[in-house]
């Protein structure tokens, strides 16, 4: 239990920002499953513009702080290989 307004005022800040990333975080997981679902499908256009689509939204979360910066290399790494395998 919070014992100061500072304290107070600091778990309601806590709150809208976990909201915020939160919403960040399944922006981006919903866009990495859509180029993923287009490289099952074998559609390499598809997979391709998906991947256009989400290459921001990581980039956007690693500046936010939502994700780390060598998780959304890793991330857009392996999209990007598994999209040229398609051949």
Do not use: C, F, W, Y
């Amino acid at each position: 239990m919070a014992n100061t307004p500072q304290a107070e005022k600091r778990i309601r800040r806590n709150e809208r920002r976990a909201a915020v990333n939160k919403a960040r975080l399944s922006r981006i997981r919903t866009q990495v499953k859509k180029v993923e679902s287009a490289i099952a499908a074998g559609d390499k256009g598809a997979a391709q513009a998906a991947l256009q689509a989400a290459q921001p939204e990581l980039d956007r979360g690693v500046a936010r702080g939502v994700l780390h910066r060598n998780t959304a290399s890793r991330k857009l790494s392996r999209l990007t290989k598994r999209i040229s395998a398609l051949g």
